[in-house]
């Protein structure tokens, strides 16, 4: 093997490695944030899942254009086989199943993205709702000395009449 092909490989591994690494970081995080209902442990999540949609259709784009300028040879060397005598009709078959590859994975992590959005706003509601609900029974407002407004006020209060109640002065 050539110096500069072990150097690819070396290379390309620990780069993958790293990237596992690095979602499975994300994962304990998303079980964390459930666990505690802590909608910022999400936040690592949902960047993974961008980038990873995004790289997905960064593939799509280089294989289709690869694939509209018939350049067979950058398909193969995608692949990691450029050295190979391989057949341009399969490498054209191999660059839509890539295509239709990647298409599959980006729908299914906007799929996620979008359930994991949606949890992560229900968290953030759920943690306002449970430190505002303490306020509010603080508040005048669950107290029983209400005030109306006075007979007399203009007709931009409201009305004592009609049932109109404030729980602040007039």
């Known amino acids: ?23 499975l970081i994300c994962i304990v995080l998303l079980l964390i944030a459930i666990k505690t209902e802590n909608a910022y442990l999400l936040i690592p999540h949902l960047f993974a899942q961008v980038f990873l949609i995004l790289f997905s259709l960064i593939v799509v784009l280089i294989v ?4 509209v300028f018939r350049s067979w040879n950058g398909i193969r060397n995608l692949l990691g086989y450029g050295d190979y005598k391989v057949n341009n009709e399969s490498t054209e078959m191999t660059g839509y199943a890539l295509i239709l590859l ?5 729908a299914l992590e906007a799929v996620f993205l979008y ?3 949606r949890l992560y706003r229900y968290l953030q509601d759920y943690e306002l709702l449970r430190y ?3 306020y509010w029974t603080d508040s005048d ?6 005030q109306t407004p006075m007979k007399t006020a203009p007709y931009g209060r409201g ?3 009609a049932g109109d109640v404030y729980p602040y002065g007039p």
């Open 64 to 67: 289709f254009l690869l694939i």
């Open 141 to 146: 407002i669950y107290k029983t000395h209400w």
């Open 115 to 117: 359930i994991v959005f």
């Open 1 to 23: 093997l050539k110096p500069q092909l072990i150097y690819n490989y070396i290379f390309s591994f620990f780069l993958g490695v790293i990237s596992v690494l690095v979602i």
């Open 159 to 161: 009305s004592p009449e």
């Open 132 to 134: 505002r609900h303490t």
């Open 102 to 106: 990647h298409l599959l994975v980006a």
